[in-house]
């Protein structure tokens, strides 16, 4: 028996083994780097989405809240969330009294941040309009008007219809005769009209 041929394909094996259990482990060892890799992601993805549900869950419950007066129990300032109707903190408040005219309040309304809601009286008239009227009157009080005398060209361009060559032409009017004595010399000027100096009679001064 020749023992040389048989360590030289014994040898064979063993190298032939190694070779291939090497190339099992590192295919194993590339396998299990690129799982681990995309674990993370796959939670960082989950995590991203949970916490917009939750962000998104805490907007549309969130807290504000609102002031209750009128012929309530217990009149004041009450906390709630966005699902809840003005009937829902009604009750918060003890409900309505005895006395209340519960016919001009909308209890079905959702509720707001800031929100005052006012139960009146039977016989207490609630005059909606006349609050949003007085609110227009002071905000046309609190705009600055526009002077004709001081004004320079760019805020006479802030007027309506008052392009840059109108605006020119009453500073030069009011140069040539020692300024404005009313707003109605306005229509001494090329292309002021009655109308037009009528639409502009809130917005100007002199």
């Known amino acids: 028996m020749d023992y040389r041929k048989i360590v030289a394909q014994y040898s064979k094996f063993i190298i032939g083994g190694t070779i291939m259990m090497m190339l099992f482990g590192f295919s ?19 995590y991203s989405t949970n916490s917009s549900q939750l962000l998104e869950t805490e907007s549309s419950s969130g807290q504000l809240y609102v002031d209750i007066k009128g012929a309530v129990e217990k009149p004041g300032i009450y906390e ?10 009604v009750m918060l408040a003890g409900g309505v009294k005895d006395d ?13 941040d800031q929100m005052v809601i006012y139960v009146p009286k039977v016989g207490e008239e609630v005059q909606h309009n006349e609050k949003s009227t007085d609110s227009q009157i002071s905000q046309s009080d609190t705009v600055d008007k526009v002077n004709l005398n001081q004004a320079t060209e760019t805020e006479l ?21 020692g300024g404005f004595k009313s707003i109605d010399d306005l229509k001494n000027i090329s292309g002021f009209g009655e109308k037009t100096v009528e639409k502009l009679k809130e917005f100007i001064t002199v």
Request: no cysteine; proline share 2%.
């Open 80 to 89: 709630g969330h966005l699902q809840m109707r003005v009937w829902d903190v």
């Open 100 to 112: 209340a005219d519960t016919k001009q309040v909308n209890f079905a309304e959702r509720i707001k």
């Open 28 to 46: 194993l060892f590339y396998f299990m780097n690129r799982r681990s890799n995309r674990e993370p992601e796959s939670e960082l993805t989950q």
């Open 157 to 177: 361009q802030t007027l309506s219809g008052v392009g840059q060559k109108k605006a020119q032409e009453i500073i030069r009017y009011r140069e040539e005769n």
